[in-house]
């Protein structure tokens, strides 16, 4: 009969620190622990020493201090009398803004071109092939002062508009001005508004909006479930309904019976005197930035797709062909599942840079966080070491936010390896 | 190369099993280029349904681009390939048609790594036949116990071994309920003591009648199964005959020296 026993315990000797694998990682860890925070230490010491002698206390305060500047592209309420802190706020929605429409512009073209570029239309790749080397082989600087000079340069200036025979015209039956000042679009009114919530004394938001987000997310909510519904169909019966066109219905009505409500209308710009009134004014330092750092980062987008794709073996394609499956579904269920796990990570890459790249508004005026708290108010209040800390603060925030979504998703299409 | 799995004497005779007058394949005078290095010349191959055809030749003959024209992952450009009275042309119906007969089993594998073992074998029925989920679970699981490995069907393929790899993967194919299955090199990618399991799984097959079509160094599986070995050269068939005759007598020059080398004497 055998028992069974725990092994004899080993005595603890003092190499064990870094010659035993169990405890080796955590010895070093500690190590490096301790060494980052007296390096931490000596810095802010010797800093606090500094700006003692210089007589500059560290403090805030002058957050709370009217700004006394204007800041002339803004998503909120600001004058100048507001606070640095508004001020703030308003180029940290300014530096959302544009990361998150490049983002998005960025994903779409670096998408379509990385897939391009595979295909088998030789001129079609070889044209995106040059696309991807000229943008990324150029600093993003030059292309936000190149576009920036190309939007004040070759667009008409708004006096063009004017007279029985114009030089210039609106776009799209009449709803856009494409100006040297910038773009004039369309925009959303409500007739039958229900009004802002006040949050505090500084911050509204409209109702308007927020009823429409609720609709919207009770519609999509509605969708998946007729879209769930749908797999358990084809679970039972193998035959997929098509549900394309009430899953449309059912996030397409109610909005669209929302908006009639609240009598949304769009306001469209209108030539007045020298210059376009109404409509939804986007200054031509966004739309520089925009288009090129959307440009700039689809070309290292469209690569990482490209490797992404390329990644996945001939292999894949060739046993999901033999079964039977088609091209587009060999693409949906065998290759992109894949190639996603390739491409993510590199992506997240990508959408950091572009917003960390976005601090280079301050090249065309666009009041980003940069231009705001680290540009004027630094200026004018001379708190260098606070603003810029605050400044940091706030890109690390985003980025960390960013790469913890993207790691979420990461996380759950991983592949099991054993 | 290994003729260690088979040394005994063959379980049963390859004349035991049934060949009928149907034609499940029929090639005749196809040729294909690769930009101008002409790859296939003039192949001409009928194969009757339930032979077991052993494909055998030196490496850069031929024999894999001959069986992927088959299924069309290669595309001919001249002759004609008639698959179950189906021909093959760019006609997607056509190819879609043939593809769900023709099951084809890969030297790689090429499981989806993304997918579970029992995902893997009910992808294409769920997608290309339409087959309720829960039928194709039950077929799945049906073929996934003939391979013998019931039991790793909510696994990973990165969790198996090559050679439990290889049996999902004919299991796979033959969830489509194919009529034809076509190996190429099943076994050169696997250890010595997991070749067996595969080529049992395979002689079970060849005993049930399906009509396969193998490209193989594995001469002893020849000997036992095959009622007929294709000897490929340069893009030709240059000589086929039943096992026995293939090998005690070849015909060819050619035959001799490949036989000499692969032989091992
Ligand atoms: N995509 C391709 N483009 C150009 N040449 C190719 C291509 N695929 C194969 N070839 C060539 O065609 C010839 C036949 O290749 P094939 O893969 O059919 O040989 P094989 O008999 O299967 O060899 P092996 O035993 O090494 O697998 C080889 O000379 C190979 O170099
Ligand atoms: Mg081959």
Redesign the interface.
């Given at each position: 009969m055998t028992t069974f026993t725990d092994p004899p315990a080993e005595s603890f000797k003092l190499s064990m620190l870094v010659y035993d694998t169990r405890y080796r990682s955590i010895t070093f860890q500690i190590l490096a622990l301790v060494a980052v925070l007296l390096l931490f230490g000596w810095l802010t010491m010797n800093t606090a020493q500094n700006l003692n002698d210089l007589g500059k206390e560290p403090s805030f305060g002058f957050l709370g201090e009217s700004a006394g500047y204007d800041i002339n592209q803004r998503l909120i309420d600001y004058s100048s009398q507001s606070t640095h802190l508004r001020a703030a706020f308003v180029g940290l929605l300014n530096t959302l803004l544009v990361a998150a429409m490049g983002c998005a512009t960025a994903t779409v073209i670096g998408v379509i071109v990385g897939v391009l570029r595979l295909s088998g239309n030789w001129l079609v790749a070889r044209l995106m092939t040059v696309y991807v080397e000229i943008f990324r082989n150029v600093p993003v600087l030059m292309w936000i002062v190149l576009c920036m000079a190309i939007l004040i340069e070759a667009m008409p200036a708004p006096s063009a508009f004017r007279g029985d025979n114009p030089d210039a015209t609106m776009k799209l039956f009449d709803t856009i001005a494409i100006t040297n000042r910038g773009v004039y679009i369309p925009e959303p009114l409500f007739s039958r508004s229900l009004g802002n919530l006040h949050i505090g004394t500084a911050f509204d938001i409209s109702i308007n909006l927020l009823a429409i987000l609720f609709v919207l997310g009770v519609s999509l909510w509605i969708a998946r479930d007729i879209t769930r519904r749908a797999n358990a169909k084809q679970e039972a019966t193998g035959l997929r309904p098509r549900t394309w066109h009430t899953r449309l219905a059912v996030i397409v009505l109610p909005t669209a019976i929302l908006l009639a409500f609240l009598g949304f209308h769009l306001g469209y710009p209108e030539l007045k005197g020298f210059n376009f009134a109404g409509g939804t004014y986007m200054r031509n330092s966004l739309i520089a930035l925009w288009l090129a750092l959307s440009l700039y980062t689809a070309a290292f987008i469209a690569e990482i797709v490209r490797a992404g794709i390329l990644a996945i073996s001939t292999g894949q394609t060739e046993a999901a062909a033999a079964l039977g499956l088609r091209g587009n579904r060999i693409m949906s269920l065998v290759v992109l599942p894949q190639a996603m796990r390739v491409i993510i990570p590199p992506l997240i890459s990508q959408y950091l840079n572009l917003t960390k790249n976005s601090s280079l508004a301050i090249a065309v005026g666009y009041m980003d966080i940069t231009g705001t708290l680290m540009g004027i108010t630094l200026n004018q209040t001379g708190r260098e070491l606070e603003t810029v800390l605050l400044g940091m603060l706030v890109y690390l925030t985003i980025s960390l936010i960013i790469s913890g979504v993207m790691n979420w998703y990461n996380n759950r299409v991983k592949l099991v390896e054993r | 190369m290994s003729d260690t799995a088979f040394d005994t004497t063959p379980v049963i005779a390859p004349s035991a099993l049934k060949v009928s007058d149907e034609v499940a394949i029929e090639i005749s005078n196809m040729n294909k280029w690769y930009g101008s290095f002409h790859v296939l010349r003039d192949i001409d191959l009928t194969v009757h349904r339930g032979e077991r055809i052993v494909i055998a030749g030196p490496s850069g003959s031929g024999k894999s681009t001959m069986i992927r024209c088959i299924?069309r992952?290669e595309e001919h450009q001249s002759g004609k390939i008639i698959v179950d009275g189906t021909e093959l042309t760019s006609d997607?119906k056509n190819i879609?048609k043939i593809?769900?007969e023709?099951?084809?089993c890969?030297q790689?594998f090429?499981?989806?790594?993304?997918l579970t073992i029992l995902e893997n074998c009910t992808?294409?029925p769920?997608?290309?036949?339409?087959?309720?989920?829960?039928?194709?679970v039950e077929t799945a699981m049906h073929f996934l116990e003939k391979v013998k490995i019931p039991d790793q069907a909510n696994k990973?393929p990165?969790?198996?071994s090559g050679g439990q790899q290889q049996r999902v993967?004919i299991a796979?194919?033959l969830c489509?309920k194919p009529r034809i299955m076509l190996f190429d090199e099943p076994t050169s990618a696997l250890d010595p003591e997991m070749i067996k399991e595969v080529l049992d799984t395979m002689i079970e097959l060849a005993q049930e009648g399906m009509t396969m079509i193998c490209v193989t160094h594995e001469m002893g599986f020849a000997r036992q199964v095959a009622n007929r070995v294709i000897f490929m050269d340069q893009g030709q068939i240059v000589e086929q005959n039943e096992p026995e005759e293939f090998f005690n007598n070849p015909r060819s020059e050619r035959t001799k020296l490949f036989l000499s080398q692969i032989l091992g004497h």
């Open positions: - | 299924n992952l997607l879609d593809r769900s023709v099951g084809m890969f790689h090429n499981l989806f790594p993304h992808l294409a769920i997608w290309v036949r339409k087959t309720p989920k829960k039928e194709a990973y990165g969790q198996l993967a796979r194919s489509m």
